[in-house]
């Protein structure tokens, strides 16, 4: 008698000793640590690339527009303009790090309140109705922080950048 995951098979010894472990699916060969760390870090460095590129071609259309502007009271709203394009890069991208950052913190978190639930004696119904409301609690509080952060980034590089392409 062998135990194989939830099923007790009866074998004898020779052909349990013989038989190979279950395959793995591919969507859980897909999703392991490793590959998902790889993936998130190749998603960032892509992310990055991409503003990287977004971030350029605003300093070069504010240079164009500066270029071709001779009046000095046409001169500032280039610099506006700009300004606020470089916040919302810089803010969108402090968004995605902060939360990729608390991802795996709030995770933790989320499964421990749960198995606690689970182990005080709760009934199972009543651990999925709690678990929903947890995650909707979580997931409201995580995005309000996260914009809160990033809106504060955004307005920072937004004064900076001003400040920088205005003198």
Do not use: D, Q
Request: charged share 10%.
């Amino acid at each position: 008698m062998a135990y194989n995951g939830n099923v007790l098979s009866y074998r004898s010894p020779s052909s349990a000793a013989a038989a190979s472990p279950p395959e793995r699916s591919i969507l859980l060969r897909f999703i392991s640590r490793r590959r998902t760390c790889i993936l998130l870090i190749l998603l960032l460095c892509a992310i990055l690339l991409s503003s990287w590129n977004l971030l350029n071609s605003v300093l070069s259309w504010y240079a164009s527009a500066v270029a071709t502007s001779s009046s000095s009271s046409s001169f500032w709203w280039p610099s506006i303009y700009a300004s606020v394009a470089v916040g919302v890069i810089f803010g969108v991208l402090s968004m995605a790090a902060a939360l990729a950052m608390a991802m795996p913190a709030i995770m933790v978190i989320w499964i421990s309140v749960l198995v606690l639930l689970s182990f005080a004696g709760k009934p199972r119904e009543s651990v999925v109705v709690e678990g929903k409301k947890l995650t909707v609690e979580m997931s409201r509080t995580v995005g309000m922080v996260v914009i809160k952060e990033g809106n504060l980034v955004a307005a920072v590089c937004a004064i900076l950048g001003y400040f920088l392409l205005f003198r």
